[in-house]
């Protein structure tokens, strides 16, 4: 597999179930001087996410400063079979297992991570419940232990699952260009009539099922017209039990599990994390997926907990995905995620 001028690697994994998933090794000319760094994707895409056709994606950006970069695709990426997954078993089979390869692989004795989203919130998960101890610095970007979206959006997210649930058990941004059930055409029709802002089928179906922006998870202003339109191949599946398990955390504002499984935490904001980490937040300002003030309130919470450690960076002018995936990604966001990898 290549990428421009970075090649991969697939290195296969086996979760804590049985789950076959696999890691993406970035392989460049300019052999690692420093240790690794895991890249975690969201939810309904893959770890393509971070290789988004700009003059330098996040990769190659790491990897010209001598960063190992490994990228996780877990049970939520498209690369695997349309599957009823929740945080819980992200956190409790997926990340466990990929940290364990890459330091098998690499000899490391610690990695860093950068995670982004629904791969944010199992990964935090994971890091609490003492799951993945090998990894010492975490760059968490958009959300992490306290989710909080609009007021729309919580009123859609706990309405609308319910009302579609016993329809269909996936939502799927790809029914924009293949809608072949009754739900999908409905869901077709639905978008078309609120959502004006652009002429990409999918860049509309992602804003109406991630949130209630237009567009909700970045801004338009901030993408190529190469990664607008690329970005038509980089969404699927969401199974309806993600969107219980997301109701549920933001309307008590942290993350709960929802599997109840023994030796696991079920409220994540009643526990001690299990972790030594430190974590950088970041979140893009005029993010409308979920709020800033998500990032804020779970720095604040470990702020209490370890003063002067952690950080939160708010960016300027950006959105949600765009913090990878934007044009000027390269001058605005990542040099301020390498410099908290450095520190």
């Known amino acids: 597999m290549s990428e421009g001028s970075i090649t991969f690697d697939v290195v296969e994994f086996t979760a804590g179930d049985g789950m076959q998933l696999n890691l993406l090794h970035a392989i460049s000319d300019k052999k ?10 969201g939810a309904g895409v893959r770890a393509n996410i971070f290789l988004a056709p700009v003059e330098t994606n996040i990769v190659e950006y790491l990897s010209s400063h001598g960063y190992d970069v490994w990228l996780e695709n877990w049970r939520a990426s498209m690369d695997v079979a349309p599957n009823p997954w929740t945080l819980d078993q992200a956190a409790i089979f997926d990340h466990p297992k990929a940290v364990e390869k890459v330091v098998e692989m690499t000899g490391a004795t610690s990695i860093k991570a950068i995670i982004h989203c629904q791969g944010s919130t199992s990964f935090m998960m994971s890091a609490v419940a003492g799951l993945v101890p090998q990894v010492d610095m975490i760059i968490s970007n958009a959300v992490s232990l306290h989710p909080v979206v609009t007021t729309f959006s ?3 997210i706990n309405i609308l699952p319910k009302l579609v649930a016993f329809l269909t058990p996936y939502m799927n941004p790809q029914w924009a260009k293949k809608p072949k059930s009754f739900i999908a055409w409905a869901t077709k029709l639905l978008v078309e009539l609120t959502h004006h802002e652009c002429d990409n089928t999918v860049c ?27 970005l038509s191949d980089e969404f699927g599946f969401l199974p309806m039990q993600f969107f219980t398990q997301m109701s549920r955390s933001i309307n008590r504002g942290h993350l709960l599990a929802i599997d109840n499984r023994p030796n696991f935490p079920t409220d994540f904001a009643e526990v001690t994390p299990k972790t030594e980490a430190r974590f950088a937040f970041f979140s893009g300002k005029d993010n409308v997926c979920f709020l800033p003030v998500s990032q804020q309130n779970t720095f604040e919470y470990f702020n209490k907990l370890r003063p002067n450690f952690h950080t939160i960076n708010i960016v300027e002018n950006y959105g949600h995905l765009c913090m990878f995936m934007g044009k000027n990604a390269v001058n605005d966001v990542f040099p301020r995620m390498l410099a908290e990898l450095e520190k």
Do not use: A, D, M
């Open 32 to 41: 690692p001087t420093k240790g690794p760094v895991l890249l975690v994707h």
């Open 154 to 156: 919580k009123i859609k």
């Open 204 to 230: 509309k179906h992602t804003s109406f099922i991630y949130g209630s922006g237009h567009p909700t998870l970045w801004r338009h202003e901030n993408l190529n017209r190469e990664t607008h339109q690329w």
